[in-house]
């Protein structure tokens, strides 16, 4: 197993587990998007000490994953994922900036944090600093105006710092995204706003490296990657099921079933089932 | 609060000043240089909201965001993220059209960014109910951690600008579209959440903001002449309200009315109420506009059309001095 692949099910096993502890929380879309975030990893994100990358979460009912990546990167002990949603915890029902410092936006308003991207990528160009900004968003989030605002905003600046990720799992809360509010054709929507569009499989890591190497040769445009997932990626039952989206109880013989699917170990689900979470970092 | 606290200024009212717009834009291009770190983000107003001075002065650090204010106020909160101040300005009626994104991308992240709204109440005149925002005090005063300020008169506006910029974390302010008179002489100070005594006095207190300062000066001289002593009280400050200088002028005349260009739900009034009601309940009166729209007219037309004139503030302050003295 190569290393972004086992980052990537960490990612969805600590999502799942911290979403079983909370009781509620969406792990469709964490799961969806672990592949990316895995790859993410890779460039010191979440939290890059340097203050050189940036990431922030704008779909941010999936923070089960981002957790799940700071803990992996050691910026978040592995016990607090036991107490997400609950009271007094570091680990907010959606990310803040208040309770959770590494985190670069408070979000959980769709639309929100992809502008709060656009605008810290006019800052450190403004202050002449390196680095991209990457902002993941939801597919059903692109419904808000204020993204087309931001993706107005965003071509005029020529911001070729910028990358967003859309986790395009189809899925939104309620049903599947034609049936709420139709988006097709994503990829002429980014294309008249004067983007630089690449479309992958989300969940091939040779197609998201790929991305990112054009995103970084790309000048006077900001990239949107349109990364092809499916919600609820690698849990059979939660696999394109919109009642998944959340916010969902998982069961425990649910949550059993879901940790073997996504390969946890006899001993990683003993240690997961006695409601511990097992300590793997990189 | 101790008697020195107290600064008793003699009012000089002179009509026709800068209006609080235009000695908004002219302090950012005054303290440019001083403060080298702050932007002005715009919404396609800056002819209206002032900011065009420091446009035409600072373009390098003046950032154009089109007609899209959610956008732009979300983008404040991430460019403030790398340590520079931003001034988002716009029309207050667009400023709450973004209130989630302020709410949100700005006061629950703790970002210094300062929101600075033109064309405020009734104010805006011919324009009409749509640009005149008569509950933009209510909305951002009730964001947790949000600073609300409405200065009297230009050289009050200056000062604020310097003081915002020397204030960590997230501010609403309004400007004003009429021209100003002028209230304060050079020498006037200006700290956040210390209210200014304009008029002392002993019967009533009128507690002011904005452009209900120079109103309630006039009323308390006509109050003067009919024997009744009205202190003025300009609370720039919304919040954090003074309640130090509340206490104080409760225990000393024991009435208030309250005066703003706003709706008497949430603004000023309610902030001085909500004090007084906690700590000792007395009369009070609130001007304002009344749970309603404004419509097209002249400010001064419709400042008394909407009773928020001077005549209209003193037959209030004697309501509340009667409702006092039949206590």
Known sequence: ?282 | MTSQSIIAITPSLVMNGDSLREAFGKALVKFSDQYSNFVVFDADVAGGTGVHHFRSKVPSRFFQFGIAEQNMMSAAAGFASTGTTVFVTTFAVFATRAIEQARLSIAYANRNVKIVASHTGLDVGPDGASAQALEDLAMFRSIPGMTVISPADSLEMELAVEALLNHHGPAYMRTGRSPSKKIFDLGHSFKIGKGHVIVDGTDLTIIACGAEVHRAIEASKILATQGISAAVINMHTIKPIDVSLINHYSKKTGCFVTAEDHSIIGGLGSAVAEWLAKTKPCPIEFIGTNDCFGESGEPDQLAEKYLLTAPHIVSAAKNALQRKNSL
């Not at chain 1, 969805?12 to 909370?22: G, M, N, Y």
């Not at chain 1, 799940?68 to 949603?85: E, Y």
């Not at chain 1, 004067?194 to 054009?214: K, V, Y």
């Not at chain 1, 092809?228 to 959340?246: L, Q």
């Open chain 1, 1 to 282: 197993m190569n290393n972004l692949t086992f980052v990537a099910r960490q990612i969805r096993l600590l999502s799942i587990a911290s979403i079983f502890h909370a009781e509620s929380g969406h792990p469709g879309g964490a799961l969806s998007c672990a592949d990316l975030l895995a790859f993410l990893t890779s460039k010191n994100l979440p939290f890059d000490k340097s203050g050189e990358n940036h990431f922030i979460l704008s779909k941010g009912h999936s923070c089960p994953a981002l957790y799940a990546m700071a803990a992996i990167q050691k910026i978040l002990p592995f016990s607090a994922l036991t107490t997400l949603r609950k009271i007094n915890s570091l680990l907010q029902g959606h990310p803040s900036v208040i309770t959770t410092p590494w985190v670069e936006a408070s979000t959980g308003s769709l639309g929100q944090g992809f502008s709060a991207a656009i605008g810290l990528a006019m800052g450190k160009k403004h202050l002449n600093k390196k680095g991209s900004i990457i902002t993941l968003l939801g597919d059903g989030e692109l419904q808000e105006g204020q993204i087309w605002e931001g993706a107005m905003c965003a071509a005029h600046y020529k911001l070729d710092n910028l990358c967003a990720i859309v986790d395009y799992n189809k899925l939104q809360s309620d049903d599947n995204n034609e049936n709420i509010m139709g988006l097709n054709s994503l990829f002429d929507k980014w294309q008249a706003f004067n983007w630089n569009i690449i479309e992958i499989n989300g969940h091939d890591f040779n197609e998201i490296q790929d991305a990112f190497h054009m995103f970084e040769k790309t000048r006077n445009k900001p990239t949107v990657i349109i990364a092809n997932t499916v919600k609820g990626k690698g849990v059979s039952f939660m696999e394109n099921i919109p009642a998944w989206h959340g916010s969902v109880k998982i069961k425990k013989e649910e949550f059993e079933l879901a940790l073997r699917e996504l390969g946890a170990s006899d001993l990683e689900v003993s240690i997961f089932m006695n409601n511990e979470i097992p300590e793997v970092s990189l």
